[in-house]
């Protein structure tokens, strides 16, 4: 069977194949097809043509949950800690973004972003944001006054910006289904609809399995499927902890959903922003706040917002899991983030339930924008890595585990934002920790 997909911008019609399950061992499996998950097995499938690969994915499409739910900008990597690994790979994952994009026809706009202080407190956040960027090796930054900022944002007001012409959009969906032609036509295989519930090593005398000793793991699908497998791994983004607990490896650090509302702009109000508009980041609190995103359709996003979600999975205000909520509000982490940034929860709350309170944090930065001229939008999920004592894992998380199959697992823990940016960058980390893990 054959999906057929057209490129945005009226390129050619592209085929993405949804494969047929025609064998049942592979060397490795990757569960998990998002955007880090379809680089990660094009990256190990190029390395490795001699190599038999899976990727495994319980929805019926590819990419459809923090992938096809985010922003869609590609950042220059301004905010991450000079030296950090999230810095070099932001970098180097942008660079390779474009690139990718140029060779595959995969239209993007390279439309720039402000990071504007509308406070005189604010500006030495900023000057200290724009060493940041040039330590980072960041291309292109500058600082800018007001007059610069109305050249560039005629409805903008601030009192200084940092310039970054460098930061793009994209529709991250689009690449990672190129990633998944990518894969399958270098011979790897796709499964949908396999939600993996179970793993575990095979019994050598399994009558099953012929090739026990080279694929000796057994990964089970909810219904009742089974592929056989030497090395699996794991990018399951919102399930990480969890597919972690059901291979026998550690549940840390845990997973906890939080749901970003976006409004957009009207139709015929997008004319008011023509790139990324963003807030100074305030260190205190835990996400970077309201922002203007422009869109590929022309579209303009504002927000998000960030708010505890009762569902793993749930996009909308009254989306419930009653698992999903236990495992949330029973974790001692949960509770410290939330006592120590009280305040700042309450305050996402208040604005998630009154649209007039959204608007508000817009007017900073263009005061013309009124509640008549928004709508809400849609909404994503983050998979927030959270450890005991209450702080956002801010960097990548490595595990295996101990035993026999264990020691033929990687899970990728945590693969922050900006991880789409730098999906092809942290691709090429994963295949090389793979190869010295697994021996390929």
């Known amino acids: 069977a054959a999906l057929v997909r057209q490129r945005a911008g009226g390129g050619a019609a592209v085929p993405w194949r949804v494969q047929r399950r025609q064998r049942s061992t592979f060397d490795v499996a990757v569960v998990g097809a998002g955007i880090v998950g379809l680089a990660s097995a094009r990256e190990l499938v190029r390395r490795h043509p001699s190599l038999s690969f899976a990727v495994l994915e319980k929805e019926q499409e590819l990419a459809h949950h923090q992938s096809g739910h985010n922003s869609g900008v590609i950042h220059s990597g301004i905010y991450y800690k000079p030296g950090s690994l999230k810095a070099k790979l932001c970098v180097q994952g942008a660079a390779l973004c474009y690139q990718y994009c140029d060779q595959k026809g995969i239209p993007y706009k390279r439309c720039g972003k402000l990071i504007v202080a509308v406070e005189q407190d604010e500006i030495p956040r900023l000057k200290a944001l724009y060493e940041r960027g040039l330590q980072n090796n960041v291309p292109g930054l500058k600082l800018i006054g007001a007059k610069e900022i109305q050249a560039k944002e005629p409805f903008c007001r601030g009192l200084m910006a940092l310039d970054s012409p460098y930061t793009g959009i994209v529709n991250y969906k689009q690449v990672a289904q190129s990633y998944a032609e990518d894969f399958q036509e270098a011979g790897g295989m796709i499964l949908t609809d396999f939600e993996v519930t179970n793993m575990e090593m095979a019994k050598e005398s399994s009558a099953e399995n012929e090739d026990g000793l080279k694929y000796p793991v057994i990964v089970r699908n909810s219904k009742g499927e089974e592929i056989y497998c030497g090395h699996i791994v794991t990018c399951a983004g919102l399930y990480s902890d969890r597919l972690s607990e059901i291979s026998g490896c550690s549940p840390e650090p845990r997973i906890v959903p939080f749901r970003g509302d976006y409004l957009v702009l009207k139709p015929e109000k997008c004319y008011m922003v023509n790139g990324n508009i963003y807030p100074v980041p305030n260190p205190r609190f835990p996400f970077l706040g309201f922002h203007f995103t422009p869109r590929m359709d022309g579209s303009v996003w504002l927000g998000p917002n960030a708010v505890l979600a009762f569902k793993r999975e749930g996009y909308k205000l009254f989306d419930f899991s009653t698992?999903?909520?236990?495992?949330?509000?029973?974790?001692?982490?949960?509770?410290?983030?939330?006592?120590?940034?009280?305040?700042?929860?309450?305050?996402?709350?208040?604005?998630?339930?009154?649209?007039?309170?959204?608007?508000?944090?817009?007017?900073?930065?263009?005061?013309?924008?009124?509640?008549?001229?928004?709508?809400?939008?849609?909404?994503?999920?983050?998979?927030?890595?959270?450890?005991?004592?209450?702080?956002?894992?801010?960097?990548?998380?490595?595990?295996?585990?101990?035993?026999?199959?264990?020691?033929?697992?990687?899970?990728?823990?945590?693969?922050?934002s900006p991880a789409a940016t730098s999906s092809l960058a942290i691709a090429k980390m994963i295949a090389d920790e793979v190869k010295q893990r697994f021996e390929l």
């Open 323 to 416: 698992g999903d909520f236990l495992d949330a509000v029973t974790y001692s982490g949960l509770w410290k983030l939330v006592l120590r940034n009280l305040s700042y929860g309450l305050g996402e709350m208040y604005r998630a339930c009154f649209l007039s309170a959204q608007v508000k944090q817009l007017q900073k930065f263009i005061p013309e924008v009124t509640v008549n001229d928004v709508l809400r939008g849609p909404s994503g999920v983050r998979a927030q890595a959270l450890d005991s004592d209450g702080n956002l894992v801010d960097d990548f998380v490595f595990d295996g585990g101990s035993g026999d199959i264990g020691s033929r697992i990687l899970h990728v823990r945590n693969a922050p």
